[in-house]
């Protein structure tokens, strides 16, 4: 059946991929109808998401940003696929970036980096990194349950020279290349909810005490990797600009956590400026109710690992 679903749809991915970016976008707008006033796809969840962190709104501006998202999601979702016809070219030119010294002073001195960054505005098209680095580029990714898409996704991000890892695959990748001197730059997604079994930080996002990812801050803190903050803005439809801030460059010296709330700052900066580019559809409050008022024995000796 997976096989069978991906034959059907992939000749279909591969022609919208060949379209221009004016169809592209025109098509952007029929899906946009088709699933937000006609579906009405996850609108609960957006509206709910909404309400909730931007309580000071009135119910008409947060319209307004709900509106915008629904037509920034689907012309994201329009440019993953074209991401399997795009140029190099095309992609270096609708994605940019401001201040690359701040990586290339850190690959002076030898340092691999964690990037971290969440999903807003335009994460797929952070490939358009990789030719800018010295850096070998890695890319922490969630495997999806279909094997041909999940191949299909790898190559379109391993196009220009990323490497695609999944997260059962990073501490062990990570600490090799440490070891083998290996100068690497692993770009980690980092905003979403984590299972509440597994989280060892509840912290303020959004102004709502959630779970938080901490992998990456794990992984810096062991290994003594810098991490930096990409902050990706929307110029205008199909065009991005990254800008890159240091987090710190020496996570050991930090209080335990301290790294992933100064990235959690920059990711509330981020949606305060044009909260209509994160993605609101993704269920990141869900838990927020169920916090444990302490640590249990497993959950502190998963800490100390």
């Known amino acids: 059946m997976q096989l069978l679903v991906y034959i059907l749809a992939y000749p ?3 022609l919208v991929s060949r379209l221009p970016f004016k169809v592209i976008y025109f098509l952007s707008d029929g899906i946009y109808v088709l699933l937000y ?22 119910e008409e501006e947060r319209l307004i940003i709900e509106k915008k998202f629904y037509r920034h999601m689907c012309d994201m979702f329009m440019e993953m696929i074209k991401t399997m016809g795009i140029s190099e070219k095309e992609l270096q030119k609708r994605f940019t970036f401001t201040n690359l010294e701040v990586l290339h002073q850190l690959e002076a001195q030898n340092k691999s980096i964690m990037l971290m960054f969440p999903h807003y505005a335009s994460w797929e098209w952070a490939i358009a990194l990789d030719r800018h680095i010295q850096s070998k580029g890695y890319g922490i990714y969630q495997k999806i349950g ?13 196009k ?26 692993y770009g980690i997604l980092s905003d979403q909810s984590p299972m509440v079994k597994k989280a060892l930080l509840w912290t303020p996002f959004m102004g709502i005490n959630v779970p938080a990812h901490t992998g990456a801050e794990m992984l810096c803190r062991k290994l003594d990797l810098p991490a930096v903050y990409l902050k990706v803005s929307k110029l205008k439809r199909g065009h ?16 335990e956590f301290d790294l ?5 700052k920059k990711v509330e900066e981020s949606i305060q400026e044009a909260p209509e580019y994160y993605f ?8 927020k109710d169920k916090a444990p008022r302490v640590f249990n024995n497993d959950m502190i000796e998963r800490l100390a690992d």
């Open 280 to 287: 609101w559809t993704h269920k990141r409050w869900k838990h």
């Open 240 to 255: 991005y600009q990254g800008t890159f801030s240091v987090l710190t460059e020496h996570p050991k010296e930090l209080e």
């Open 37 to 58: 006033r006609v579906v009405g796809y996850r609108k609960k969840v957006v509206r709910n998401n909404l309400a909730l962190v931007f309580p000071n709104k009135s």
């Open 260 to 264: 992933t709330k100064a990235f959690l």
């Open 12 to 14: 279909l991915l591969w």
């Open 146 to 158: 279909n094997k041909y898409f999940d191949k299909l996704i790898r190559d379109i991000r391993q």
């Open 160 to 185: 220009y020279g990323t490497t695609l890892i999944t997260t059962k695959e990073t501490r062990e990748l990570v600490a090799k290349n440490k070891k083998d001197d290996i100068l690497s730059m």
